[in-house]
């Protein structure tokens, strides 16, 4: 998998062969477009549960850096808000500053992300830049040794009343 993320200069989903990456990715651009503020909001979320329904998250940044809220975990809230469905995949795309040459672009989850979306969601697959494309990859594989403590214990998804 090659690590740096390419740039698009037109809606990035046009860059994901598998129609369902497309509309996840088409739909987090769509949110970040929409939603962008330069410092405030610079990456949108998109997470497709079991019954289809599509749940959207943007980046919240903060003036202490290290209590930004990722886009990710925004729509990870909003899906948990809304259903107990099991969660099937997440596309996020960050949108240019102004000041910046290129386009928006598809972005894996940080590593803080990967932890918490498989807690949540154990068979979750994220878009992930893959040389000029965006792909389909199990986040499992991508975090291939999670952190496992012993609040939960190891098999989840956790089943909410
Ligand atoms: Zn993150």
Not at 13 to 38: G, N, W
Not at 49 to 67: N, Q, S
Not at 84 to 104: D, F
Request: proline residues 9%.
């Amino acid at each position: 998998m090659n690590s740096t993320s390419p740039t698009y200069a037109v809606n990035p989903a046009t860059a994901c062969p598998d129609p369902q990456a497309a509309r996840l990715v088409a739909t987090a651009y769509d949110t970040i477009r929409r939603r962008y503020v330069e410092g405030r909001h610079q990456i949108g979320a998109a997470i497709i549960a079991a019954d289809g329904k599509v749940y959207l998250g943007i980046h919240v940044e903060a003036m202490v850096g290290r209590f930004s809220v990722c886009a990710e975990m925004a729509a990870l809230a909003a899906a948990r808000l809304c259903t107990n469905q099991p969660l099937l995949a997440v596309a996020a795309v960050r949108y240019p500053k102004p000041s910046e040459a290129g386009g928006a672009r598809i972005v894996s989850p940080c590593g803080g992300c990967r932890e918490v979306l498989l807690d949540h969601a154990p068979q979750i697959q994220a878009v992930v830049p893959q040389g000029e494309q965006g792909v389909f990859a199990p986040l499992h594989t991508i975090l291939p040794i999670k952190y496992v403590g012993t609040k939960w214990g190891a098999q989840l998804p956790i089943q909410a009343p």
